[in-house]
């Protein structure tokens, strides 16, 4: 049987949500920003120590706030599946201040929205533009400290552009969904091989 996980890719404006789930599906990277106006769905599959997943990737516009209710989420067309999404990617930008605020904020809404799942909510912090860390606006440490230990989530930092640390953002969060609770519990991952051009990875 083929586990489904269902992951939703939250950022402010700007940040490269879809660079990054297009580097790690298509391979791909585009200079030409295009604002996502709209939810879009990507459905990669990925080999996991033998085991298949199948990924719903959900890019998600900007949304003002985490959907505190299922009517709420059903009212904003960009919010569809938000709320039940099995792990969350956060993006922000390390060049940009205000983008981590409302990676912030967002991750505050999710620990308070999904009722009963507790800390048990898989969220993966991505620090996107590492190509640019010469212009970053506060030290990687910081950062990464307050994530891991004050939050409690993973965090990795990523350059869609040179296609670094994509596919290891996937492979982690994979590995934290997996050892909360999908079926095979697995303690190590390893990467196996390199992204296919089919659309299946095998990590």
Not at 64 to 69: I, K, N, Q, V
Request: with cysteine; aromatic share 10%.
């Amino acid at each position: 049987m083929v586990e489904t996980l269902s992951i939703a890719v939250i950022g402010a404006p700007g940040v490269g949500k879809t660079s990054i789930i297009r580097q790690f599906i298509y391979n791909d990277f585009s200079e030409v920003y295009t604002p996502t106006r709209s939810r879009y769905v990507y459905r990669p599959s990925v080999i996991l120590n033998g085991h298949m997943y199948d990924l719903k990737i959900l890019d998600v516009p900007p949304i003002s706030s985490f959907p505190a209710s299922t009517s709420q989420e059903w009212m904003d067309l960009r919010c569809r599946g938000v709320r039940n999404a099995n792990a969350y990617i956060l993006v922000y930008d390390i060049c940009c201040v205000e983008s981590f605020e409302y990676v912030k904020m967002i991750r505050q809404q999710i620990m308070e929205h999904r009722e009963g799942s507790g800390n048990e909510v898989t969220i993966l912090v991505v620090g996107s533009k590492r190509d640019l860390q010469r212009q970053r606006f506060t030290p990687r440490r910081a950062v990464s400290v307050l994530v891991k230990k004050t939050w409690k989530c993973g965090y990795v930092e990523c350059s869609a552009k040179y296609n670094w640390h994509v596919v290891l953002l996937f492979k982690e969060l994979l590995g934290i969904a997996v050892a909360r609770g999908l079926r095979h519990n697995h303690a190590s991952i390893r990467l196996q091989g390199a992204l296919q051009r089919n659309r299946c990875s095998i990590m």
